[in-house]
């Protein structure tokens, strides 16, 4: 194998392929990445077998070919040398991997043979993609839901996106057991169901948060000029695998086993207290108070709404350092309410959502809030209450 390829576009391929390479696999061929030239392109591959990357890189190949290498050194090396261009060949069992100019840099780096590389699904030529996202949508979902899925894996099922598709529209949910997020996209044109599938059939499909964050980061580093830059999914059900294709690059995702819950049970409807206010005073008032809120066991605070003031206040006491106090004003519809949050899940959704100015429901201090953005009925973000 034998080819040469910008230094710039084969380091940019290099670092989103090592995300994706887990730091210690349990089979040291998963630690490589596989390199495959043929006919002006370079085909390169990385798997932790839960998620996958393959991308399409142009190159001037001189001699066809494959094998696996080590991501982090072939990474490392390509994002350090100083040059437009890199020569780059297979040399018994190694790597060679040089810069073109005549008092340049190489490296020859082990290799290991291609055979027993992991096989990623591939998307037919005659598929269609189940669905379409824009770059813009792929980002709104990664912002405001992938953050608020679990992180462990005690329950798999939670630390899943799940995709309720319809026809001409998804909703897209990740919870962890104590907040939820809820976003509704409208697609750019209707979904492709089977043909023995009901128009008003919805089909559910749960993927991890990794893949939207991976994905998200993709949308972003392989924009293209000459492109629509529009996200094709693709539902491969026999290999229970989702494939993103984004112009060059294609994310390959093992779907979640197992039955998400029922979160629309827990979206209560109607409110007892509603609240409008600028996001940016939240943000200032719990500034204040998680100074002392960072060091109370779970973060809590104590929000209180006043209608007769028209203020928020949010407060936090630690018995042996004090306490701090911040309000804020708002336009308050019903009873006055008194709940106690964790300031770190207040602090997450004020980060995660562009909005400028938040509704907050409210039923009772035991009952979850709700925070929307204003105007936007497409979006909502759930917090359960903490005793007080």
């Known amino acids: 194998m034998e080819f040469i390829s910008n230094q710039d576009t084969l380091a940019k391929h290099l670092n989103a392929l090592s995300r994706v390479v887990n730091n210690k696999p349990g089979l040291p061929i998963l630690a490589n990445i596989l390199v495959e030239a043929d006919k002006g392109k370079l085909n390169v591959v990385a798997t932790d077998l839960e998620l996958g990357l393959r991308s399409r890189i142009g190159a001037d190949v001189t001699k066809s070919g494959k094998t696996t290498v080590p991501a982090k050194e072939f990474a490392e090396f390509v994002n350090t040398v100083n040059a437009k261009k890199l ?79 319809e026809k001409d529209s998804a909703t897209f949910v990740g919870a962890d057991g104590l907040r939820l997020s809820r976003q509704i996209i409208k697609l750019v044109s209707p979904a492709n169901f089977d043909e023995d599938e009901k128009t008003s059939s919805t089909k559910k499909i749960l993927v991890s948060a990794r ?60 409110y007892q207290t509603r609240a409008t206010f600028e996001r940016k005073d939240f943000q200032d008032s719990l500034k204040i108070v998680n100074i002392i809120a960072r060091n109370v066991f779970g973060h809590k605070i104590i929000l209180t709404e006043n209608k007769e003031e028209g203020l928020i206040s949010l407060s936090a006491t630690r018995s042996e350092v004090g306490n701090n106090e911040s309000s804020f004003p708002a336009k308050i519809e019903g009873d006055d309410m008194k709940m106690a949050f964790s300031a770190k899940f207040l602090g997450d959704f004020l980060s995660h959502v562009d909005g400028s100015e938040i509704v907050f429901d409210s039923i009772a201090p035991e009952q979850a809030g709700v ?18």
């Open 371 to 388: 925070f929307r953005i204003k105007g936007d009925k497409d979006f909502l973000h759930l917090i359960m209450p903490m005793r007080f």
């Open 87 to 165: 020569s780059v060949q297979t040399e018994g069992t190694k790597l060679r991997v040089s810069t073109t100019d005549e008092h340049g840099s190489h490296t020859e780096i082990n290799t290991i043979k291609p055979d027993e590389y992991p096989t990623l699904p591939t998307i037919q030529p005659d598929k269609k993609p189940l669905f379409i996202l824009t770059k813009d949508q792929v980002e709104t979902i990664h912002t405001r839901v992938s953050f608020a899925t679990a992180t462990d894996d005690v329950k798999p099922v939670m630390t899943g996106v799940l995709i309720e598709l």
């Open 211 to 270: 893949a939207f964050n991976e994905l998200a980061s993709i949308v972003n580093e392989f924009e293209a000029e000459d492109s629509q830059n529009i996200v094709e999914v693709y539902l491969l059900e026999n290999a229970n695998q989702v494939i993103f294709k984004y112009n060059e690059v294609e994310l390959s995702a093992r779907m979640i086993d197992g039955m998400y819950p029922d979160y629309k049970a827990v979206i209560p409807t109607g």
